[in-house]
C-alpha cells in the first residue's frame, strides 16, 4: 500500500523516485491525467493500485492539445481535490508539471501518428492528437513506467497511444479500462460540469443512441446508414448540435462499408457550451456483437508479464 502521496513538480523528482521504487522491486504504474479527476480516473487509478507496486499519477492541462477556440482556460482544475482523490486512493507520487517545466520556446519537435487522426474527433480537432501524443511520449519518458492507464471513453486517444507505444518501441504496457457512466448513462467526463441540470439529462441522449445503435447490430443489421442514422434521429431530439455519429474499425479508425470485426460506435456533439463524446466498441463475429474495450496488445514488440 502507498505511504502518503508526495506531490513533485520536476521531471528528475520524478526519475528518482521512481528509480528509489525500481530499487525496491516495485513495478511502475502510471495513470496520466489533465486534472479535474472523476470516478473514470479513479477506476484507472486503483487498476493500476491492484497491479503495480509503485503508482505515479501526472496531472497536466497540456496546452498543446486545446485547439486556438477551445477551452482551455475554462478547463476545470482543482489540484487540492484531485491530490486528495489520489491520496485517498493509495496513489504513491502525483507529477504536477507548470508549463515551462515540460516545454520550452526552443521546442521543435512535432510527433504525428498518421491516418488515426484522420476521421472522429481528428476532423474536427486539428492538432488536438498531436498534441496529445507529444505529452504523453514526454511523460512515458520521463515516468518510464511498466504500466500506463486509459480510458475506452477516448476511445481514438486510447488507439493512437497504443500504435505511438508500439511504433517508438516503448516498453510500457497500455491497459485500457471501460468507461465509467453515471448510473442513467452518461459517460463520466470533467466536462460533465459545465453542464446545467437540464443539459445534464439530455446529454444522456449520447448514450441512448450508442445503446440502439448497439441493438440495432445486435437485431442483424450490418449496413452503417441505418444505425448512423438512428443515433442522428436520437441526438438532435436531445437538442445536440451533431459532430459525428459514426462507425469506423477499430484498429484503423477508418469508417467501414460494412459492420463486421471490431467496430468502434462513436458520437460527439455540443450540448449548449460543452463539447461530449462517448462510444462503445464490439465485436461482430457472424450473428454475435459482444462489447469490447480496443487493447492492442499485439502492436507491441515486448510481451507483458504480471
Ligand atoms: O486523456 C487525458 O487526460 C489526456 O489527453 C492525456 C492522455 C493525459 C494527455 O494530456
Not at 233 to 250: H, Q, S
Not at 260 to 281: E, F, H
Request: glycine letters at 8%; aromatic letters at 8%.
Amino acid at each position: 500500500m502507498s505511504s502518503g502521496l508526495k506531490i513533485v513538480q520536476k521531471a528528475a523528482d520524478v526519475r528518482s523516485a521512481v528509480l528509489e521504487a525500481r530499487l525496491q522491486g516495485k513495478s511502475i504504474g502510471f495513470v496520466p491525467t489533465i486534472g479535474a479527476l472523476h470516478e473514470g480516473h479513479e477506476s484507472l487509478v486503483r487498476s493500476a493500485r491492484e497491479c503495480t507496486g509503485y503508482v505515479v499519477s501526472s496531472i497536466f492541462v497540456n496546452p498543446k492539445q486545446f485547439g486556438p477556440k477551445e477551452d482551455y482556460t475554462r478547463y476545470p482544475r482543482d489540484q487540492t481535490a484531485d491530490a486528495a482523490a489520489l491520496e485517498r486512493l493509495g496513489c504513491d507520487l502525483l507529477f504536477a508539471p507548470g508549463e515551462r517545466d515540460l516545454y520550452t520556446s526552443s521546442d521543435r519537435t512535432r510527433i504525428s501518428v498518421h491516418g488515426l487522426d484522420e476521421f472522429l474527433c481528428g476532423s474536427t480537432r486539428p492538432g488536438h492528437f498531436q498534441g496529445v501524443v507529444l505529452v504523453v511520449a514526454k511523460l512515458f519518458n520521463i515516468v518510464q513506467p511498466d504500466e500506463a492507464y486509459f480510458g475506452q471513453k477516448d476511445a481514438q486517444q486510447a488507439v493512437i497511444i497504443q500504435r505511438l507505444t508500439a511504433d517508438l518501441d516503448f516498453p510500457v504496457r497500455i491497459v485500457i479500462e471501460p468507461t465509467v457512466r453515471e448510473p442513467e448513462g452518461l459517460a463520466m467526463s470533467s466536462r460533465n460540469e459545465h453542464l446545467s441540470t437540464g443539459e445534464r439529462k439530455r446529454a444522456v441522449a449520447l448514450y441512448e443512441a450508442l445503446s440502439e445503435a448497439k441493438r440495432v447490430i445486435e437485431a442483424g443489421e450490418r449496413k452503417p446508414a441505418a444505425v448512423k442514422q438512428s443515433m442522428l434521429n436520437r441526438m438532435t431530439r436531445a437538442g445536440f448540435d451533431i459532430d459525428y455519429a459514426e462507425l469506423v474499425d477499430g484498429s484503423n479508425l477508418r469508417p467501414v462499408k460494412n459492420i463486421d470485426g471490431l467496430i468502434l460506435i462513436a458520437v460527439a456533439g455540443w450540448m449548449g457550451g460543452t463539447r461530449l463524446i462517448d462510444n462503445i466498441a464490439v465485436r461482430v463475429a457472424g450473428t454475435g456483437v459482444e462489447e469490447i474495450v480496443l487493447e492492442f496488445p499485439e502492436w507491441s514488440r515486448y510481451e507483458w508479464k504480471r
